[in-house]
């Protein structure tokens, strides 16, 4: 379990700070947790919301290391804000956070050409640099061999050949970190002459006049060299000395017949080529056709991949109806026994109604629904960490194309499935400010976890003798209303709004893998504990507001239905009611809707508090309430196309404050978050009429 350090550790320079950089799929993370095991938290950096996992090594005499791992990038030359974080943590200018004294580069062995980009950038800096060199098993399943000793010598760095998944290289990584690594001690790769002379005027320029470190001055021109005028009056607006060098520069280099864009880029990868000669070797004639080209001509097939991506979904959803039955029958077994007993020990009256009625069933009510959000997010990190989200990208590409996005942008989309904060935060992956919005705005469409409790107990009601295939069924159709929904909103941003061009969809698709066990349990008790912190503070404090707004004025002298729709809450309810009306709604489902607007899944445990109180203190299931609850004139309140319409309206609706949190310090404005509760819940109320009247017209109850 991830835990609290007792300080900041990241302030106390005696402690060396260890940066582990890479490539995305690098397997950087995995390094990450066996160097670091249970000791590490996750936060966010300071003034941004991207993910800072700072973990610690501690060694047998009792010394400590502190260890960042920085978000995935391919390049120094920010694109994402993600990337900007990795860059401005290397070259010492995140605020609290120091730069590192050693920079770990793991770098991906099957593809070392592309991985060493990075490392040749990390190394201009002059910071000490080690080499894991991860993957090693694949590279000699491929019929390769990488001489270590020689890639060492000729990049000037130690290297270490290991297998992050399988800890192999990993007790020699911590030996090598808590010794003196020695800094980079000069640049390896060159450009031409006429364009390095250039480059030395503009690092004079940069350290004379800016104050820039001596060791960062030549990593600073090269990305100042490679952009466009528009690119360069935004970073160096008030700059202007640096802005008319670096145009001279690209100028007198056109003149040359050199592309300013790609010379530092081509001599690079150029640099590299020479390396690797001698020091990587593969068998001679063609290629070597691997598991991971035989499963993906089947699991990217333009046909199969569709059936196996909607089988996947479908068992996943199967899963969460039959293996959940009996944990969550305990769970439900448990806090029935817990009322029973408070029942039996306090006296009748308000507090006992408070504890039995307000936290146990309010709470009770949602905390019931963990396993299944666990199944959920076991399917999803096992999708993540065997490579196939990637493939999933890949076929959604062509769909996402015609809302004018691209595959890349359903990753963000996919993740919402567990939670839309963490898919909403992943968009910062997405080059294109515009794609990156749009995806910002659509992601909580998407069906996340918070909706699984909703969507169960309803269907429970729809469906009470279905079964689990059939309601794996009906699940899987609710999500796919919301991607459908999300590619028609983004179809309709990107044609009004938010108008751009589609971009070019390049992605990588890494090799499958045997996922790490303890990596998907682990983030399966981050998420557990997540889970029941919301369950145990926001539902709580909800729950205990609620059953006082429902219970108070007291009006001993009604029916307790009567004195329910006399509350704070019913009147609430009642005011709302003939809004709700058309739905299919009545106050009692309004006062679940007004509850859950803060979260979810509160709908659930405020319906738990509302027919608690309703029924006089009964010990039914709410979905037997909800089967008996009815109409003043008798008619069943929960009618099929009742049940249809409020579902949709979860699909639709904009109902979690925490994401409209980060939606705002993602997108630094309230001006898109208000337009997004706006227009989810207008879509949402608008679907729900939609459907509900026009069952009614065809003759559907």
Excluded at 145 to 161: C, G, W, Y
Aim: glycine residues 8%.
């Amino acid at each position: 379990m991830p835990e609290a350090f007792p300080n900041n550790p990241l302030q106390d320079k005696k402690i060396l700070t260890v940066a582990l950089a890479g490539n995305p799929n690098s397997g950087k993370t995995t390094v990450f947790n066996a160097l670091t095991k249970m000791r590490q938290k996750v936060g966010n950096y300071s003034g941004v919301t991207v993910e800072k996992k700072l973990g610690r090594i501690i060694y047998e005499d009792h010394r400590e290391i502190n260890v960042l791992d920085l978000p995935g990038t391919y390049s120094l030359d920010v694109r994402s804000p993600d990337e900007k974080v990795a860059r401005d943590v290397l070259f010492g200018q995140m605020k609290d956070t120091p730069r590192p004294d050693i920079v770990v580069c793991v770098v991906d062995a099957t593809n070392l050409d592309r991985n060493l980009y990075l490392f040749s950038q990390i190394k201009d800096l002059g910071l000490p640099v080690i080499i894991f060199l991860n993957m090693m098993d694949e590279v000699k399943e491929q019929g390769k061999n990488i001489d270590v000793q020689a890639l060492s010598h000729v990049l000037h760095v130690p290297v270490i050949a290991g297998v992050a998944n399988q800890e192999k290289g990993i007790e020699e990584l911590k030996s090598l970190i808590s010794t003196d690594v020695a800094p980079a001690d000069r640049r390896l790769w060159r450009m031409p002459e006429q364009v390095e002379s250039r480059i030395e005027e503009l690092m004079i320029l940069l350290w004379r006049e800016e104050g820039l470190a001596k060791s960062d001055t030549f990593s600073e021109a090269i990305i100042l060299l490679s952009k466009d005028d528009k690119t360069l009056k935004e970073i160096l607006r008030g700059r202007q000395k640096v802005y008319e060098c670096v145009r001279a520069i690209q100028n007198d280099l056109t003149e040359w017949g050199i592309n300013w864009r790609s010379v530092a880029i081509e001599s690079r990868y150029d640099w590299i080529s020479k390396s690797l000669k001698g020091v990587f070797q593969e068998k001679s004639g063609a290629r070597q056709i691997t598991a991971t080209d035989r499963i993906d001509a089947v699991v990217t097939h333009k046909i199969g991949g569709w059936m196996i991506f909607l089988g996947l979904m479908a068992l996943m959803f199967y899963c969460i109806f039959t293996i959940s039955v009996y944990p969550m029958d305990a769970i439900d077994s448990f806090f029935s026994s817990v009322s029973g007993v408070v029942k039996n020990v306090m006296p009748a009256g308000d507090l006992r109604d408070l504890i039995t009625g307000g936290v146990i069933a309010g709470v009770g009510g949602v905390v019931i629904f963990l396993p299944q959000i666990l199944i959920l997010f076991l399917f999803i990190g096992l999708l993540q960490d065997t490579g196939y989200m990637a493939r999933a990208a890949f076929i959604m590409d062509r769909l996402m194309r015609g809302a004018g996005l691209h595959g890349k942008s359903f990753i963000p989309m996919l993740s919402s499935f567990a939670c839309a904060i963490p898919g909403v935060m992943a968009a910062r992956t997405i080059e294109s400010p515009k794609d990156r919005l749009t995806t910002i705005l659509v992601a909580p469409l998407m069906s996340c976890s918070a909706r699984l409790p909703v969507y169960t107990i309803i269907i429970a009601v729809l469906l009470p003798g279905a079964l689990a295939w059939q309601k794996a069924g009906l699940m899987l159709g609710l999500y796919w209303v919301g991607i459908f929904g999300a590619f028609v909103m983004a179809m309709i941003f990107k044609k009004t709004l938010l108008r751009s061009e589609t971009p070019v969809f390049i992605m990588e698709l890494p090799p499958y893998r045997l996922p790490l066990f303890k990596d998907v349990m682990m983030h399966m008790w981050e998420r557990a504990v997540i889970f029941l912190k919301r369950a145990g503070t926001v539902i709580f404090v909800l729950s205990i507001i609620l059953w006082g707004l429902m219970t108070y004025p007291k009006h001993d002298h009604l029916s307790s239905s009567e004195a329910l729709k006399q509350s704070i809450a019913g009147q609430a309810g009642l005011l709302l009611e003939p809004v709700i009306k058309p739905l299919g709604y009545d106050w009692r489902i309004g006062i679940g809707l007004i509850g859950s607007f803060a979260a979810r899944e509160v709908f659930v445990s405020t319906m738990s508090i509302v027919f608690n109180i309703e029924s006089e203190g009964e010990d039914d299931h709410l979905r037997e309430a909800f089967a008996k609850a009815a109409w003043p004139d008798g008619r069943a309140l929960f009618t099929p196309l009742t049940c249809i319409s409020l579902m949709l309206f979860y699909v639709f609706a904009m109902q979690c404050i925490s994401t409209v949190a980060v939606v705002r310090r993602e997108t630094n404005s309230w001006r898109w978050p208000l337009f997004q509760i706006v227009y989810m819940t207008t879509l949402a109320y608008l679907v729900s009429l939609a459907v509900y009247q026009g069952g009614l017209l065809l003759g559907f109850h």
